[in-house]
């Protein structure tokens, strides 16, 4: 039997462009990466398309949950800001399913629990409100009126955009505060205080507009004047439509089990009460709902893209038959035939996975941007994202990286 030596002339010490140290007994982590990412150089277009297919899945996932928890963020800091504390109050129906009312003393009796730091009640008004008398009655724009007093905004906890709120003396004259809808939907936003709206036949002057109240969109469609000038220019009743409250953190609940005796004691039962602060925790809830599905399409796009690193892995083995049996002519054992293919899949899928990282971080930050929320970059992730491509490379790479091992040196070397 004849044995080939490296070194004898006539035998190349390594094939060109490749290391010579796979002929020796032992190589190093970055030797098998050098060697690796030598292989995939060599392929260049092919390794490109095959790495864009990781990073196509990567990004996809990366973008799933960096758009759905930079929602989920913007809610939460929103619900922070504003707070959870905030109780309504309003009126249900009957035992024989008639609308029910609130007695006019119940904002009184709700002020008398202890925790309550707040409460007002309001009172809707049946009134059309619009920017000229030349207007139809029925072109309201969605915009309710309401009644309220001065307390209003210091228990909902808002702010004024400009002008000033309303007060013991223009409660009793036809001005109006305008919410912040309210006043977009009348065009009355750029314009500011000093114009003048037509409600229920009746011209009222713009003294104030509010700043958006997210937990209170009906406020934010309203236009509120005061009681006194509404009853007497619309016949109110000073009965409340819907009571708002303001208690402490720690006594939330408590007060909203004592709420619906509170403010009608004759009639509890028909009284509702509901948290607001809880309709924004279920959108941030709901933000990650779809979060499995788009998960799942990217897994698919993971699988393709590993499909396609044992295909191009395959097809290497194959093509480089000559070369796996040279380096085990020169003294390459199976495992380092087996940690170069194995090293170059995990090098290309781990590519893939880093631009797969970076691209979901973009679009993430892009979209989170547009939307104006808080851009939040998840790090199960960054992490994740990049593992499992590796992970992926590497059970893609497994197989074509033992076939290339047992190629025989003499069968490879025949069909040089």
Same mark, same amino acid.
């Given at each position: 039997m004849t044995t080939i030596e490296a070194g004898r002339p006539g035998v190349p010490e390594a094939l060109p462009g490749r290391d #010579?140290?796979?002929?020796? %007994?032992h190589v190093g982590i970055l030797d098998l990466a050098r060697i690796g990412?030598?292989?995939? @150089?060599?392929? @260049?277009? @092919?390794t490109g398309l095959t790495a864009l297919g990781i990073a196509i899945g990567i990004a996809a996932m990366m973008s799933v949950l960096g758009i759905s928890e930079s929602s989920r963020a913007d809610l939460l800091a929103t619900l922070d800001r504003l707070g959870t504390n905030l109780l309504t109050v309003n009126a249900g129906q009957t035992l024989f399913g008639e609308s029910a009312a609130l007695p006019e003393e119940a904002p009184a009796m709700i002020g008398r629990?202890? $925790?309550v730091e707040g409460v007002s009640g309001v009172e809707l008004i049946q009134a059309s409100v619009r920017r000229t008398d030349l207007i139809p009655k029925s072109e309201t724009g969605g915009i309710s009126v309401v009644a309220a007093d001065a307390s209003?905004? %210091?228990?909902l906890e808002g702010t004024?955009?400009?002008g000033r709120n309303l007060d013991a003396a223009t409660a009793r004259y036809p001005t109006v505060v305008l919410g912040a809808t309210a006043a977009r939907r009348l065009g009355i936003a750029d314009v500011g205080i000093g114009a003048v709206v037509d409600i229920g036949g009746h011209w009222f002057a713009v003294i104030g507009i509010l700043e958006p109240l997210p937990l209170t969109p009906e406020i934010d469609r309203a236009a509120i004047i005061g009681l006194p000038v509404a009853r007497d220019l619309f016949e109110a009743t000073g009965s409340p439509s819907m009571i708002y409250?303001?208690?402490s953190d720690a006594a939330i609940d408590d007060v909203r089990a004592v709420l619906p005796a509170s403010a009608n004691p004759s009639n509890p039962e028909e009284v509702q009460v509901s948290r607001p602060s809880e309709a924004i925790a279920a959108r941030a809830a709901a933000a990650t709902t779809f979060t499995a599905l788009f998960l799942g399409l990217g897994a698919v796009a993971l699988l393709v893209g590993g499909l396609g690193i044992a295909n191009v892995m395959l097809m290497a083995v194959l093509e480089r038959r000559s070369e796996i049996g040279l380096r085990r002519a020169l003294g390459a054992t199976r495992g380092h035939i087996v940690g170069q293919f194995l090293t170059e899949s995990l090098v290309l899928a781990g590519s893939g996975g880093? #631009? +797969?990282v970076a691209l979901g971080s973009v679009v993430t930050i892009v979209y989170? +941007?547009?939307? +104006?929320?808080?851009? #939040?970059? $998840?790090?199960?992730g960054i992490v994740g994202g990049v593992g499992l491509a590796v992970a992926i490379g590497a059970v893609a790479g497994l197989y074509p990286a033992i076939r290339a091992a047992r190629t025989a040196p003499t069968d490879a070397l025949r069909t040089a």
């Open positions: #010579a140290r796979l002929g020796r %007994g990412a030598g292989g995939l @150089r060599a392929r @260049r277009i @092919r629990i202890g $925790p209003l905004l %210091g228990t004024l955009a400009d409250v303001r208690a880093i #631009a +797969g989170a +941007g547009s939307q +104006g929320w808080l851009v #939040a970059l $998840p790090w199960v």
